[in-house]
């Protein structure tokens, strides 16, 4: 592998894990603020994990059809880099956050079959970048976050979109050296597979993670 792969470490929910994030080398950092997911922090919360962070390391906040009254208390509280657009977020309202708050905007993409990949062309005239999920099951309480992956082979040879994209869905530290030859990925987002149990990162995991990817 390479040290050109950035790798995002996303559901942070304690000083200690982010501090083992930034040391090993995650170029992102994601906290999630979707109410149903163990990986949940609120804004305030957000705010004191981010004060350690250090400058060139990217804080995302993810989001799930959020209105704009709640994405004004986060963005007030925390000073994040970025939002993480992780539902079915239409192509005018991913330009409205992004005209609205003046962060560049990632839209989450869920793949199950080759079809979904045409999503990637359509938001990409408006997201600055693409994050490929696996699509979550029928009737999934999470958006993402599920330890699910797709066939990556799906992606075998369209490694080139128009902005800058990220992988996810069931990466781990066994198999994220596989995905990313079989994709070509240069960006990779973990949640589920660095935790020791849900929402409770697991420090080890992490480093063991970002090693792989180089």
């Given amino acids: 592998m390479s040290s050109e792969i950035s790798v995002k470490i996303?559901?942070?929910?304690?000083p200690d894990h982010v501090r083992a994030a930034?040391?090993?080398?995650?170029?992102y950092l994601g906290f999630n603020f979707f109410p149903k997911s163990p990986r949940y922090v609120s804004a305030v919360q957000a705010a004191e994990l981010m004060q350690s962070v250090p400058v060139g390391v990217?804080?995302?906040?993810?989001?799930?059809?959020?209105?704009?009254e709640v994405l004004d208390q986060i963005t007030e509280t925390a000073p994040f880099d970025m939002l993480q657009l992780h539902g079915g977020e239409s192509i005018e309202r991913v330009s409205e956050i992004k005209s609205r708050y003046g962060l560049p905007v990632m839209k989450v993409i869920g793949v199950?079959?080759?079809?979904?990949?045409?999503?990637?062309?359509?938001f990409s005239d408006v997201a600055?970048?693409?994050?490929?999920?696996?699509k979550p099951p029928k009737n999934a309480v999470l958006p993402?976050?599920?330890?699910l992956a797709f066939d990556w082979r799906l992606m075998a040879g369209r490694k080139y979109w128009r902005k800058p994209w990220m992988l996810a869905g069931g990466l781990t530290p066994?198999?994220?050296?596989?995905?990313?030859r079989t994709t070509g990925a240069r960006q990779v987002d973990v949640a589920s597979g660095v935790e020791s149990a849900p929402g409770i990162k697991d420090e080890a995991l992490?480093?063991?993670?970002?090693?792989?990817?180089?």
């Avoid at 990217?58 to 704009?68: F, G, H, I, Q, R």
């Avoid at 993402?144 to 330890?147: E, K, Q």
């Avoid at 066994?174 to 990313?180: F, G, H, M, P, T």
């Fill in 10 to 14: 996303c559901g942070l929910t304690a």
């Fill in 22 to 27: 930034v040391e090993a080398g995650a170029r």
């Fill in 58 to 68: 990217a804080k995302v906040a993810l989001v799930v059809n959020e209105s704009n």
């Fill in 112 to 122: 199950a079959d080759a079809e979904d990949l045409d999503a990637i062309d359509a």
């Fill in 128 to 134: 600055d970048q693409i994050l490929i999920d696996a």
């Fill in 144 to 147: 993402g976050g599920n330890g």
């Fill in 174 to 180: 066994d198999n994220v050296a596989e995905a990313i």
């Fill in 206 to 214: 992490i480093s063991a993670f970002i090693d792989a990817t180089r």
